[in-house]
Nanobody, 116 residues
Framework: QVQPVESGGGLVQPGGSLRVSCVAS????????MGWYRQAPGKERELVAS???????NYADSVKGRFTISRDNVKNTVYLQMNSLKTEDTGVYYC??????????WGQGTQVTVSS
């Protein structure tokens, strides 16, 4: 089954910034609302941001004002710009469709660690 490919994670100090990217196959990507999910250690995966094909965005309260989701429908890529990072933002970040039935199998994700 097709999987998105996430990249761009790393280690960053609290207050720092990071941008993660995700490339996904075309047809599903273009037709769906895409989301960034986060799975913190010991917790369930949660949706933190989503964006429609037309650019409408939604954010979880925990990241609102700090994270910005965007997409490039030509490159089939969705981005998550993360600013003012906090230790509680640590986790593995995944992308997928923002739907009950996911459009893709889950990829490997990209690890984001916020620590001093």
């Amino acid at each position: 089954q097709v999987q998105p490919v996430e990249s761009g994670g790393g280690l960053v100090q609290p207050g720092g910034s990071l941008r993660v990217s995700c490339v996904a196959s075309g047809t599903i990507f273009r037709r769906n609302v895409m989301g960034w999910y986060r799975q913190a250690p010991g917790k369930e995966r949660e949706l933190v941001a989503s964006i429609s094909s037309g650019g409408n965005t939604n954010y979880a309260d925990s990241v609102k004002g700090r994270f910005t989701i965007s997409r490039d429908n030509v490159k089939n890529t969705v981005y998550l710009q993360m600013n003012s990072l906090k230790t509680e933002d640590t986790g593995v970040y995944y992308c997928n469709t923002a739907s009950v039935v996911k459009g893709y199998a889950w990829g490997q994700g990209t690890q984001v660690t916020v620590s001093s």
